[in-house]
């Protein structure tokens, strides 16, 4: 009975693959950028031996390590969020988004914005470290809120698709309340509200790398558990429930664990658009495979791999600084999408 | 002695909205009894498929208890119930890249530890699965890639890799071709001859059901549920008192639905080959005409000599090289 297991069904070859991918993308995150950095200086730096110059020791150390492993986590993060949400509401273009759980975060953001400019007078910008800590936190805040809101809506609403346009809703809603603040707000708040909603993978600086990473990988860790009911789920809610699985129940729970996933890489990188669309689609398509055994780890490389790859793509030499993250993941992200649609098409009129 | 496998005592199925409880049918009281083919027939919107939920555990009745194999229902487990109860629904899976045995390995998710991970027995039941419902040709086949009535296959793999005593299926012959449907019921037949399965299924084709069923279960809205073998129901008219219509009534003799006569006039068909014979007749009905064999009230007579037909109306005598012309002039002339 070959074939039946995916460790014998020639997943290996995509995971092996991916994954070089994955480190040979590291390598370049560190070695690229605005400052280029020699191998062998960076080998000195990394084993750390003597006589590297202080200049890229700090580099490596302070900007591009942690730029590097924000964007491996908030990644993998969004791709299995987004593969999470796909299977959940058995909807293709679903995303880690959808349930307005990113809007919460920017509306966590404007809403600090807004208050401190009301309190002090002063805009945010002024606040130096405290305003870091302030942005993330009320992200964080403001993602949960309306992770909470969706969680309570989902015990009451019977079908998934009620609860998605709920979501979509709130999505809505939360843009509105943004708008108005953003109307309101100060000159400086305003620039700095954009530039936090254009995504970034330097916000996260060595300070707070250890927490960032701790969380994300506890919670990508935990979505593991749920590859059983994912595979399940994939047949029909009834399907799943004649099979012996509480739909209703761990429905919550993987919506609960998609939630925070977008909610702790959105409060660090702000909203990054198409990744976790995109890559459960990559996923897919690479392995050949709809079971989550397969496609959850494979997900979590790709989506690191993908990351990386943006975030290599704002940083190409001969640009001064970078360009936003959010602009490279959609710019990617989009036309990849439309040639899943366009695929699907053809298969359609193909066999209809 | 016989087993009841499953029980239904004053059962009550129907919805719940708004705290508002609407019941579908009279309180159900029915047995079904081990290895055997129940075909669960009824007019559209009657209840099949709540009855058909209700008894596999995806809804709560409204009253009443359902028993499985002794024991009530609602105090199994979801586990318990999941090696019980295997279900065959008229919507499948249609993710991208679901494979056939990706399916059926889901089937033996209820036994499976907490990764899901298949042993060699699994493979196994699996391999046999596919093996008795004779798809093994289909493994390594995207689902959506299949026709109907493999996807259906597929779905009855996935059943008997649960490995329950019971089977419910919801209209599985729905959206198959008439040679897939005939083949269904032989499969569905075996599994019950083989395997001792008890299989309960709905469905609308009455001429299917009362070729290959053991028992059927006549739904009504205002009887609930008469439990009887195919030929009783027919004989005792059961099948006429529940599907006919003013246009279209239930031949008991031949055992399909033909349409009502309508005015056109009675003709004797005396064509002696009976294939013949018969083939006329059926284009005659089709074209709302009585048709009949010996009794003297006609109006006209068809008989077969020399090759060709030969219409007698009203002492007048005519000639017909081919069905269809004699069709013709039937249907202008009369």
């Given amino acids: 009975m070959r074939g039946l297991t995916p460790y014998k069904s020639g997943a290996w070859k995509i995971y092996l693959l991916s994954l070089a991918a994955l480190v040979l993308l590291l390598f370049m995150n560190l070695v690229f950028g605005s400052v280029p950095i020699t191998l062998s200086e960076l080998w000195t730096v990394l084993s750390g031996r003597e006589g590297g110059s202080p200049s890229t020791f700090m580099i490596i150390h302070q900007f591009r390590i942690p730029q590097s492993i924000t964007a491996v986590f908030a990644g993998a993060g969004l791709a299995v969020a987004g593969l999470m949400m796909q299977t959940l509401f058995k909807n293709p273009l679903a995303d880690p988004s959808i349930l307005g759980i990113s809007s919460g975060a920017s509306l966590g953001v404007a809403l600090l914005l807004m208050a401190t400019g009301q309190i002090s007078g002063h805009a945010l910008i002024h606040f130096g470290w405290a305003r870091h800590i302030g942005v993330i936190a009320s992200a964080a805040l403001g993602s949960l809120l309306v992770l909470t809101l969706i969680t309570m809506l989902s015990k009451r609403l019977s079908g998934m698709t009620s609860l998605l346009i709920a979501g979509i809703m709130i999505a809505y809603f939360t843009s509105a309340i943004v708008g108005i603040i953003k109307y309101f707000s100060q000159k400086e708040d305003l620039q700095a509200f954009v530039i936090w909603?254009?995504?970034?993978?330097?916000?996260?600086?060595?300070?707070?790398?250890?927490?960032?990473?701790?969380?994300?990988?506890?919670?990508?860790?935990?979505?593991?558990?749920?590859?059983?009911?994912?595979?399940?789920?994939?047949?029909?809610?009834?399907?799943?429930?004649n099979l012996g699985l509480n739909t209703k129940l761990y429905q919550r729970w993987i919506l609960v664990i998609a939630g925070l996933l977008t909610a702790a890489v959105t409060a660090y990188a702000g909203p990054i658009a198409f990744i976790g669309l995109a890559v459960p689609h990559l996923a897919r398509n690479m392995t050949k495979s709809a079971d989550h055994r397969i496609l959850l780890p494979s997900s979590v490389i790709m989506g690191a791999s993908l990351a990386l790859f943006c975030n290599l793509i704002a940083r190409l030499p001969g640009f001064d600084g970078s360009l936003p993250i959010n602009s490279i993941t959609s710019l990617i992200g989009a036309p990849f999408v439309i040639a899943i649609i366009w695929k699907r098409q053809r298969f359609y009129s193909e066999t209809k | 002695m016989t087993q009841a496998v499953i029980e239904l005592k004053n059962l009550e199925i129907g919805y719940t909205s708004n705290k508002r409880k609407t019941a579908l049918l009279p309180l159900l009281n029915l047995c079904l009894n081990k290895a055997l083919l129940v075909a669960l027939i009824g007019s559209n919107g009657v209840g099949k498929s709540t009855l058909l939920r209700t008894i596999s555990g995806l809804q709560v009745p409204l009253n009443g208890e359902v028993f499985i194999k002794g024991k009530p229902a609602k105090m199994l487990s979801r586990a318990a119930l999941a090696r019980l109860i295997s279900l065959v629904l008229t919507d499948q899976p249609d993710e991208f890249y679901l494979k056939t045995e990706d399916v059926i390995a889901a089937g033996r998710y209820p036994y499976s530890n907490f990764w899901a991970r298949l042993t060699a027995k699994d493979n196994e039941v699996i391999h046999q699965s596919m093996e008795d419902t004779g798809i093994t040709h289909l493994k390594g086949r995207q689902l959506i890639h299949l026709s109907d009535g493999e996807r259906q296959k597929v779905m009855i793999a996935k059943a008997l890799a649960q490995d329950t005593p019971i089977i419910l299926l919801d209209e599985p012959t729905a959206f198959l071709d008439y040679p897939s449907k005939i083949e269904l019921m032989r499969l569905l037949q075996q599994l019950v001859h083989d395997q001792q399965k008890t299989i309960l299924?709905?469905?609308?084709?009455?001429?299917?059901?009362?070729?290959?069923?053991?028992?059927?279960?006549?739904?009504?809205?205002?009887?609930?549920?008469?439990?009887?073998?195919?030929?009783?129901?027919?004989?005792?008219?059961?099948?006429?008192?529940?599907?006919?219509?003013?246009?279209?009534?239930?031949?008991?003799?031949?055992?399909?639905?033909?349409?009502?006569?309508?005015?056109?006039?009675?003709?004797?068909?005396?064509?002696?080959?009976?294939?013949?014979?018969?083939?006329?007749?059926?284009?005659?009905?089709?074209?709302?005409?009585?048709?009949?064999?010996?009794?003297?009230?006609?109006?006209?007579?068809?008989?077969?000599?020399?090759?060709?037909?030969?219409?007698?109306?009203?002492?007048?005598?005519?000639?017909?090289?081919?069905?269809?012309?004699?069709?013709?002039?039937?249907?202008?002339k009369l």
């Fill in chain 1, 197 to 241: 909603g254009m995504g970034s993978f330097s916000n996260v600086g060595q300070q707070q790398l250890l927490f960032f990473s701790l969380v994300n990988g506890m919670l990508l860790a935990v979505s593991f558990l749920f590859i059983k009911p994912l595979n399940l789920l994939l047949l029909g809610d009834r399907y799943a429930e």
């Fill in chain 2, 201 to 332: 299924f709905s469905s609308h084709d009455l001429d299917l059901v009362l070729r290959s069923s053991d028992r059927v279960w006549l739904m009504a809205k205002s009887k609930g549920i008469i439990d009887d073998l195919p030929e009783q129901l027919v004989m005792d008219g059961h099948i006429n008192a529940f599907f006919d219509t003013s246009s279209l009534s239930f031949d008991t003799l031949q055992g399909y639905f033909k349409p009502v006569s309508s005015e056109k006039l009675p003709l004797r068909n005396r064509i002696s080959d009976p294939l013949l014979s018969k083939w006329v007749t059926n284009a005659l009905v089709r074209k709302g005409f009585e048709v009949n064999k010996k009794s003297d009230n006609y109006s006209g007579q068809i008989s077969f000599e020399a090759e060709r037909f030969v219409w007698e109306f009203k002492g007048e005598i005519r000639y017909f090289n081919a069905l269809t012309e004699l069709l013709d002039h039937l249907t202008n």
